[in-house]
């Protein structure tokens, strides 16, 4: 019985142990960043559009969400992480890094000038979305898979 018991207990931590370095892979950790980007963008939308009521805290969260992962993004994609995961990143971002690092510059000065002086209503937060949009949008047209 203490033998079946330690070998489920194995299994258990090895299952364990596997979810872990599973988390630190470079295809997880940008799934979970761009998860976040979509959850901020998702929240101003809402707000832009007459859904949620404009509430400010939630506003500056959401834009300094997309500026800090914007700045850290680009970090994610070492060489030999082009697979796995699922990952919809596509192999252009390896042959062109400089111009999607250059995209994601762009992300943060976007969010970042919405920052220095945050949307103070519903259409401010519309006109803070038109000009962070395309920045999304130029991205992934370029360097990500469609699935």
């Not at 258990?12 to 959850?39: F, H, I």
């Not at 559009?49 to 805290?57: F, I, L, S, T, V």
């Not at 992300?107 to 395309?134: H, M, R, T």
Request: net charge negative; hydrophobic share 50%.
């Amino acid at each position: 019985m203490k033998v079946r018991t330690l070998a489920v207990a194995a299994v258990l931590a090895a299952l364990g142990a596997g979810a872990v370095v599973a988390a630190d892979e470079p295809q997880v950790v940008r799934q979970e960043m761009m998860k976040k980007v979509g959850g901020a963008m998702g929240a101003l939308s809402g707000i832009a559009k007459g859904e949620k009521p404009y509430d400010a805290e939630v506003v500056k969260a959401s834009l300094a969400t997309m500026s800090e992962v914007a700045k850290a993004f680009p970090d994610q994609f070492p060489a030999g992480s082009e697979a796995g995961h699922e990952t919809e990143a596509s192999p252009k971002i390896w042959e062109a890094m400089d111009d999607f690092k250059a995209k994601s510059a762009k992300l943060v000065e976007a969010a970042d000038a919405a920052l220095a002086s945050p949307p103070a209503d519903q259409a401010a937060v519309g006109a803070a979305l038109g000009a962070i949009g395309p920045n999304c949008a130029a991205c992934h047209e370029v360097y990500r898979i469609k699935k």
